[in-house]
């Protein structure tokens, strides 16, 4: 069975300019999860999706943005990009409840120069 | 107060030794408790997940949930190199929130 996987593996911008990520999720698992690990700052929780709704926000502004299509699958949007914006994004998949936890992928390195 | 407090170390043992690694919380609502282990450069990948209070054995790694003290603690027995990483912890409310949430690792370095 594929896992959670990612793409790009990794991604340079230059300031200001949009980041697209992409996320599929394991198959049967409707709950698509996003978050950022910058270092020294742990996992920070983006963005929950289920079902093609956006169902819980992170502390993250607005230029934060992502959606998740009829095939579960998902994509992260950074507009506008900074400096600090540069991290792995890791996103991961659950069943709906997320009780026996969440699969992650291997991330995307975004190296905002 | 941070939601789930957890000693980012480094923590460095020699082979063969047993580690405990420990994160306490606020939040009395989390019901579900969870340790991950993160390699460089990868994904976090789910070791153990516990409900109730008690321990939980799976190989060289137990669980610990104290509910009633908000603590948490993953013992690792017969340290490997291999289990060089960082350990996460991670747990979820009750309800309709299913959003984890992470302490912010302890990085373990176990020399041969």
């Known amino acids: 069975e594929a896992g959670v996987t990612q793409s790009p593996t990794h991604l340079i911008k230059t300031r200001g300019q949009q980041a697209t990520l992409r996320c599929s999720p394991i198959?049967?698992?409707?709950?698509v999860y996003w978050y950022q690990q910058a270092l020294g700052l742990g996992l920070q929780f983006l963005l929950w999706?289920?079902?093609?709704?956006?169902?819980n926000r992170g502390n993250f502004p607005p230029r934060f943005s992502g959606r998740q299509f009829p095939n579960y699958s998902s994509e992260l949007n950074v507009n506008a990009l900074e400096l600090e914006d540069s991290a792995l994004y890791l996103c991961?998949?659950?069943?709906?409840?997320?009780?026996?936890?969440?699969?992650f992928g291997s991330g995307t390195r975004l190296t905002v120069v | 107060q941070k939601e789930v407090e957890q000693d980012p170390g480094p923590l460095s043992v020699p082979e063969g030794a047993i580690v405990s690694l420990n994160c306490t919380y606020s939040?009395?609502?989390?019901?579900?408790f969870m340790w991950y282990r993160q390699y460089s450069r990868k994904g976090p990948e789910l070791l153990m997940y516990?409900?109730?209070?008690g321990n939980k054995e799976d190989g060289r790694f137990t669980a610990q949930v104290d509910k009633s003290s908000k603590y948490i603690s993953l013992f690792i027995r017969d340290s490997q190199p291999s289990d060089s990483a960082t350990y996460l912890c991670?747990?979820?409310?009750?309800?309709?929130?299913?959003?984890?949430?992470f302490g912010k690792g302890t990085l373990l370095t176990v020399n041969p």
């Open positions: 991961a998949s659950s069943l709906w409840g997320a009780r026996d936890g969440y699969t």
């Open positions: 198959s049967g698992h409707t709950s």
């Open positions: 999706y289920d079902e093609g709704e956006e169902r």
């Open positions: 939040n009395s609502a989390f019901q579900y």
């Open positions: 516990t409900y109730s209070s």
């Open positions: 991670a747990m979820i409310g009750g309800g309709s929130n299913y959003k984890l949430t």
